[in-house]
């Protein structure tokens, strides 16, 4: 159980076009998911939290114009890559977070997405 | 606010020695940590995880790890190194509070010698 999913896993895309990733949550409903960026070599940095039905929270230093994310469903997330530069080029993971009355809720990762901007 | 630092940005072992990767926490409450594995060009998955119940924990493919509070530790160990051991490990804590986000260490290099 617990499955997420990300589409698509590899995209490549000239200067100055947009990118859509999205990010499903497959055998449970996620009200919270979580978008990631990862440079080569280097952790995970959290750029912003989804929350079903609501705007997204950005984490300092990410541009919210840039990076779309839309949260529609318990089920789905996106995150467009607006304008997108060489410099965007990253490994895009998402993570969704079970929705329970828990105090504490598991995340769950997806495999990610390599956006490469030529 | 709570934060993980790895110790270690690259840690080398020979198969069947002991594997030791660092990490510390910083947290004014209890946290909860985790350690992840990650294998070239996919995503996380899960080791293990503490959630204030028992303070050793153990995961999958022999790993574990021991919550120290006095050392504020959480150090992943296993007894004998695999091959398939050698990928990119971090450590991470849950931030309590509005959000409760993931927050990650800078991550571990596991290289397996033969």
């Known amino acids: 159980g617990a499955v997420v999913s990300q589409h698509p896993s590899r995209v490549i895309c000239k200067s100055g076009t947009s990118v859509k990733i999205e990010c499903r949550s497959l055998?449970?409903?996620?009200?919270?998911m979580f978008w990631y960026r990862q440079f080569p070599k280097k952790s995970l940095m959290l750029m912003a939290t989804s929350n079903e039905g609501s705007k997204a929270t950005y984490e300092q230093g990410v541009e919210k114009d840039k990076f779309l994310i839309n949260h529609a469903s318990l089920t789905l997330s996106t995150l467009t890559v607006t304008s997108a530069h060489p410099e965007d080029s990253s490994f895009y993971i998402c993570?969704?977070?079970?929705?329970?009355?828990?105090?504490?809720?598991?995340?769950?990762f997806g495999p990610g997405t390599r956006l490469t901007v030529l | 606010a709570q934060s993980v630092t790895q110790l270690g940005s690259h840690v080398s072992v020979s198969e069947g020695a002991l594997v030791l990767l660092r990490c510390n926490y910083s947290s004014s409450v209890p946290p909860y940590l985790f350690w992840y594995v990650q294998y070239p060009n996919q995503g996380l998955q899960l080791l293990l995880k503490?959630?204030?119940?028992?303070?050793l924990v153990k995961g999958i493919n022999g790993f574990e790890a021991e919550f120290k509070k006095s050392e504020t530790s959480f150090h992943l160990t296993k007894p004998s190194a695999h091959m398939s051991d050698a990928a990119e490990y971090f450590c991470a804590v849950i931030r309590k509070g509005n959000n409760n986000d993931m927050r990650f260490g800078a991550g571990t290099r596991l290289t397996v010698k033969p």
């Open positions: 503490y959630t204030s119940a028992a303070t």
């Open positions: 993570s969704a977070r079970v929705a329970t009355t828990q105090t504490f809720n598991e995340q769950f």
């Open positions: 055998d449970f409903q996620a009200t919270t």
